[in-house]
């Protein structure tokens, strides 16, 4: 079970890079942000929050009406002032104490990953806040992080990119085109794998499937994180082909009412079997379908669907079985059609 950590902004402290990390696209009303977290001994440790937006302290001298008809004009026109920022500079702490609902999706990466967009950061804001490394790693890769600007890590000379260019390029104006919702899929594109479907961030104006709420930075319930994707794993043709259909199977979970008991079960369940198959060495056809046909067996309730064959007939399946009948030789061209 994840618990959530209560920290002061600033408090040091020390994770190894072996972790598991996370990067989650939230999203509070219209305005879209990234947050950057680890899962420490089974506590959600927030490392930075990133959004971009006008300033609080920019946009409090006139009342709200006139401020959001000022802000729909300049943007329409490319000229209205904004930057990528930390999220509590965003809001200059006004919401300390304050319970925030928010939509989010989460994907598990590593600290690879997490230093890689920290890295890409540095060029369009090097005032960005994160954790960051502050003393030598140990030798059980346990390091020491503290809240600081991204600026103060030490740096490689960067490759050119397009995605940190338009970052760049449109850092300081928030347009129509260039909002809140873009910086973040930018962002995402610098963190996770190109595999990853990141189709939902380009709609503005739809949510993310699942749902929380955050205090002070920190979020208040245990996340729905995907794991890694299959194209992160050294996969053979056949177990691709099977953990593929079972990731795309965790984030069809997603679309269920995830503040149900049954469909956490249902998620973790089927996450665990997910990274143990992704994690076996070429494990043959044989020992993949027996071991999902035993985690069926354990779990007969989950991943069943209702499929329509007809305007009035429909029958409910178990996709495991259909895996366990479409994965011979004569329905091999039929899978991998689905991938």
């Known amino acids: 079970m994840v618990s959530i950590a209560k920290l002061r902004t600033n408090m040091p402290i020390t994770i190894n890079k072996t972790d ?26 927030v490392l930075s929050e990133i959004g971009k937006a006008m300033p609080f302290n920019k ?13 729909i ?10 930057e990528l920022l930390n999220e509590r500079k965003l809001i200059d ?50 390091v020491t992080l503290s809240y600081q600007e991204i600026g103060k890590l030490n740096y490689e000379e960067e490759k050119p990119n397009s995605i940190i260019d338009h970052l760049k390029e449109t850092n300081k104006t928030l347009s129509i085109k260039n909002n809140c919702r873009s910086a973040v899929n930018d962002m995402a594109r610098l963190t996770v794998p190109q595999q990853v479907d990141l189709s939902l961030f380009h709609h503005y104006y739809l949510s993310f499937p699942c749902k929380s709420t955050v205090l002070n930075s920190q979020f208040t319930d245990e996340l729905y994180i995907l794991p890694m994707p299959p194209s992160a794993y050294h996969l053979d043709i056949n177990q691709q082909g099977i953990v593929t259909i079972l990731y795309k199977e965790l984030e069809k979970i997603l679309s269920k009412k995830t503040n149900n008991a049954e469909t956490r079960d249902e998620f973790e369940s089927l996450k665990t079997l997910y990274t143990t198959e992704s994690g076996k060495p070429h494990p043959s056809i044989h020992t993949l379908i027996q071991d999902i046909i035993a985690w069926h067996n354990m779990y007969p309730r989950y991943l069943m669907e209702t ?33």
Request: proline share 3%; glycine share 6%.
């Open 93 to 142: 702490g006004k919401m300390d104490g304050i319970r925030r609902s928010i939509s989010y999706i989460a994907y598990e990466i590593n600290y690879e990953n997490y230093l890689q967009l920290l890295h890409a950061l540095n060029q369009v804001n090097p005032q960005i806040r994160a954790y960051i490394q502050t003393e030598p790693e140990e030798k059980d890769h346990s």
């Open 59 to 71: 946009r409090n001298r006139y009342p709200a009406c006139i401020i959001a008809i000022d802000m």
């Open 73 to 82: 004009c300049e943007m329409l026109y490319n000229c209205l002032d904004s």
């Open 307 to 339: 499929r329509s064959y007809c305007c009035f007939w429909s029958k409910t399946v178990s996709v495991i079985d259909e895996i366990n009948e479409i994965y011979g030789t004569p329905g091999y061209k039929k899978l991998m059609n689905r991938i």
């Open 20 to 45: 598991k990390f996370f990067m989650a696209a939230c999203m509070q009303g219209v305005h879209n942000f990234l947050c950057l977290g680890v899962i420490r001994k089974g506590q959600i440790i």
